[in-house]
């Protein structure tokens, strides 16, 4: 009887730091999310416009308490995962990625956002191909999202990656995305 490793603490996962080439030819650190991350979210959200932030919390004014805050650097790598977009030379964070899985580690549900002044420069992609890489690597078999509808970047994304998209039966506002990673 050994102990179960989806229930040991892993140590920060330090071979999934990279550099990602942006569409203009710049480059970003992509590296997994720290406890210390929780410094740079303040200035983030500051650079992400309302309509954004609604698309990607169904809310234009989240939570940004020190407890949401934590919730989202604060990772469990053995049951989640989450990249931040660094940028070099100011240390500035550009966009994050993120994966939770199930209790069962078959499949987990993404989000992604990316700096409102960054949009259209592939950033969201590169993260995008990132968590997909990790999930994969990770034993995971499905990724899965829920996306509302007017967010149509995002679900014409998710049509390039592969996702299939579904219009939610509870809600005609929210499209789920899944994508098999099998």
Same mark, same amino acid.
């Given at each position: 009887?050994?102990?179960?490793?989806? /229930?040991?603490? #892993? %140590?920060?996962?330090? *071979?999934?730091? #990279? &550099?990602?080439?942006?569409? =203009?030819?710049?480059?970003?650190?992509? $590296?997994?999310?720290?406890?210390?991350?929780?410094?740079?979210?303040?200035?983030? /959200?500051?650079?992400?416009? %309302? +309509?954004?932030?609604?698309? $990607?919390?169904?809310?234009?004014?989240?939570?940004?308490?020190?407890r949401f805050?934590? #919730?989202?650097?604060?990772?469990?790598?053995?049951?989640?995962?989450?990249?931040?977009?660094?940028?070099?030379?100011?240390? &500035?964070?550009?966009? !994050?990625v993120r994966?939770h899985a199930?209790?069962?580690? &078959?499949?987990?549900?993404?989000?992604?956002?990316?700096?409102? @002044?960054?949009?259209?420069?592939?950033?969201?992609?590169?993260?995008? *191909?990132?968590?997909?890489?990790?999930? $994969?690597? =990770?034993?995971?078999?499905?990724?899965?999202? &829920? !996306?509302? $509808?007017? +967010?149509? +970047?995002?679900?014409?994304?998710?049509? =390039?990656?592969? /996702?299939? *998209?579904?219009?939610?039966? @509870? @809600?005609?506002?929210?499209?789920?995305?899944?994508?098999?990673?099998?």
């Amino acid at each position: 009887s050994g102990i179960n490793p989806r /229930f040991a603490i #892993r %140590p920060y996962p330090k *071979q999934w730091e #990279r &550099e990602l080439t942006l569409g =203009d030819a710049s480059t970003v650190l992509a $590296r997994p999310v720290r406890p210390e991350d929780e410094a740079l979210y303040e200035d983030f /959200f500051a650079k992400v416009e %309302p +309509n954004d932030l609604r698309l $990607r919390f169904f809310t234009p004014k989240p939570d940004l308490s020190h407890r949401f805050l934590a #919730r989202l650097t604060q990772i469990d790598y053995a049951r989640a995962m989450a990249f931040a977009a660094i940028k070099p030379d100011t240390g &500035e964070l550009l966009g !994050v990625v993120r994966i939770h899985a199930d209790p069962d580690h &078959e499949t987990a549900e993404y989000a992604v956002m990316v700096r409102s @002044d960054l949009k259209g420069q592939g950033l969201g992609w590169a993260l995008m *191909q990132m968590i997909i890489e990790f999930a $994969r690597k =990770d034993g995971l078999k499905v990724i899965h999202g &829920e !996306v509302l $509808r007017r +967010n149509t +970047n995002m679900l014409a994304m998710c049509k =390039d990656l592969g /996702f299939a *998209q579904i219009v939610s039966h @509870d @809600d005609a506002d929210v499209v789920s995305v899944t994508l098999s990673l099998q």
